[in-house]
Structure formats: structure tokens, C-alpha cells
């Protein structure tokens, strides 16, 4: 029974994880976002950032990329537990503006997590971009107005 509730406390406390780094991302809070990554964590995806160091600076640089605002919705976590690890493949749908212009993106998640003490942590958080592409003119696979997301897709570009 108590293997049983740990699983069940583990699969939440994960889920609230992603929720609390979408809410943190969207906000520009930073420094509480890079606190979800262990202290070598690593983000991959527009850029690649490790470190907290690193990562306060890709995050915080976002803007003056042009990605001045933006939405994080993720769903559909699959999440495979192992001890004190998981790994976690999710769905990212991203409204956001580009430059000034709405854009809309759609990827998936492919996240690395470890237990340090009771709280679960990213150690690798990596998006792979299905599409990202200015609203006016739509969204379809492998629609990319942004070369770092399609460069997210590796050989599948």
C-alpha cells in the first residue's frame, strides 16, 4: 500500500512541477524558474543552457529575441517513474508573439527529472517544436517562421 501511495504522490507532485514552470516561465519569474532544475540542470530547445547561471540568462534573454510574450499550456504527461528518476514526454501548445506578430507553436516535452530530498527537479528539460509560425498565416507540420525551433526537430526538419 505504501509503494502504492508514493507512486500516486510522486505522478502529482510531477504534474504540479510542469504546472508551476509553465505559470513561472509565463511570468518571467526567473529565478524561481531555474530553482525547478537541479543546480546542473539543463534546458534544450531554442538554445541549449546549463547551469542555473545559464539558464537565468536564456530565459531572462528571451525578449530580446523577439519572444516578447507567451503562453505555455502543457498536457498529456506520460510519465515513466524509476526510483528517483522519471522521465516525462509531454504536449506543448504555445500561443505567443514573435516581434510583435502572433505566432502559434506546438512541440512536444522530453524531460529528465531527479528526486533531491522530497522535491522532484528537472535535470534535462528538451522541446522538440512540431510547428511554430505567425497565427495569420496558420499552423501545419513543420511550419517554422523561427530557425531555432525548427532546429529543434534535428533530422525531422
Not at 525547478?36 to 530580446?64: I, M, Q
Amino acid at each position: 500500500m505504501t509503494d502504492r501511495v508514493r507512486r500516486l504522490e510522486d505522478l502529482e507532485e510531477i504534474r504540479a512541477l510542469d504546472a508551476a514552470y509553465c505559470r513561472l516561465l509565463d511570468s518571467g519569474s526567473w529565478d524561481a524558474l531555474v530553482e525547478l532544475f537541479v543546480e546542473d540542470g539543463e534546458f534544450a530547445g531554442l538554445s541549449t543552457a546549463r547551469g542555473h547561471a545559464e539558464l537565468t540568462s536564456f530565459f531572462g534573454g528571451l525578449a530580446s529575441g523577439g519572444l516578447t510574450a507567451f503562453w505555455h499550456h502543457v498536457t498529456n504527461l506520460e510519465i515513466e517513474l524509476d526510483g528517483d528518476r522519471a522521465h516525462v514526454c509531454s504536449f506543448l501548445f504555445q500561443p505567443c508573439v514573435l516581434h510583435g506578430e502572433p505566432h502559434v507553436a506546438g512541440g512536444r516535452y522530453h524531460d529528465d527529472l531527479v528526486r533531491v530530498g522530497s522535491k522532484w527537479r528537472y535535470q534535462r528539460k528538451r522541446v522538440v517544436f512540431d510547428y511554430f509560425a505567425p497565427l495569420s498565416e496558420g499552423w501545419d507540420h513543420g511550419r517554422f517562421s523561427l530557425d531555432s525551433a525548427r532546429a529543434t526537430r534535428g533530422e525531422h526538419a
